[in-house]
């Protein structure tokens, strides 16, 4: 089945010390998006990838960063995490941006730990 | 801006009983809206969806209808299992591909 699939599943690290978490995807969609979870609450979006083209939201921290090497693979990187980046990670994605009658597709999410 | 905002949950039933999810939005324009389920310690995963003034989402027996003279899209199940116990997040997609999701509603439902 296409999906979205998010590795690890739960990542532990420590205080300042830089962490990457994976997102792959098998629907061939255009837009990957990376959203921070806590505890249940909405998810808030920190950044997108409209094919290439990379869009931060004006409030995600510097802190944050991505990449996305090709259409199948996204990354997010933690420069320094601290203890109020533990949360879930989802990775999401969207077949195109200007069609917002689709869904969009979520992983299972990554959650952070953070000693 | 756009904004979504979802009954305070949590929500506690007994199995069987009827359930209503209340979801009402803020947006310009005319947003598809969405219906997502989460359960524990997993994504989120789509539930039902409609596009336009009128339509009715439905999936799983639950339903919900585009109200656009009330601006609402409310959740209903008729009769609640064990296994839908989760969190349920209303969510508004404009045609711009912006999402806009509530802050979600607790849902446990007893033997």
């Known amino acids: 089945d296409a999906m979205v699939i998010q590795n690890p599943r739960y990542q532990v690290t420590q205080f300042g010390k830089p962490v990457t978490l994976s997102c792959s995807q098998t629907l061939n969609h255009n837009v990957m998006y990376w959203y921070q979870q806590k505890s249940s609450q909405a998810p808030k979006l920190l950044f997108h990838?409209?094919?290439?083209?990379?869009?931060n939201e004006a409030d995600t921290p510097d802190n944050f960063q991505s990449r996305r090497p090709n259409t199948s693979f996204c990354f997010l990187d933690i420069r320094s995490p601290g203890l109020g980046d533990a949360a879930m990670y989802l990775c999401?994605?969207?077949?195109?941006?200007?069609?917002?009658?689709?869904?969009?597709?979520f992983g299972d999410g990554t959650r952070l730990s953070i000693l | 801006g756009d904004s979504v905002t979802q009954m305070e949950g949590p929500v506690t039933l007994s199995e069987e009983a009827f359930l209503t999810i209340n979801c009402t939005y803020t947006?310009?324009?005319?947003?598809?809206l969405f219906w997502y389920v989460q359960y524990p310690g997993e994504g989120l995963q789509l539930l039902l969806k409609?596009?336009?003034?009128?339509d009715k989402g439905s999936n799983k027996g639950f339903e919900a209808t585009y109200r656009k003279e009330t601006t609402s899209f409310h959740l209903e199940k008729g009769s609640v299992q064990v296994s839908d116990s989760a969190v349920y997040f209303c969510?508004?997609?404009?045609?711009?591909?912006?999402?806009?999701f509530g802050d979600g509603t607790t849902l446990t439902v007893k033997p």
């Open positions: 947006a310009t324009g005319y947003p598809s």
């Open positions: 969510a508004l997609r404009t045609n711009a591909g912006k999402s806009t």
């Open positions: 409609a596009t336009k003034a009128d």
């Open positions: 990838y409209y094919d290439k083209d990379f869009n």
């Open positions: 999401a994605t969207s077949r195109d941006k200007g069609q917002g009658d689709q869904p969009q597709h």
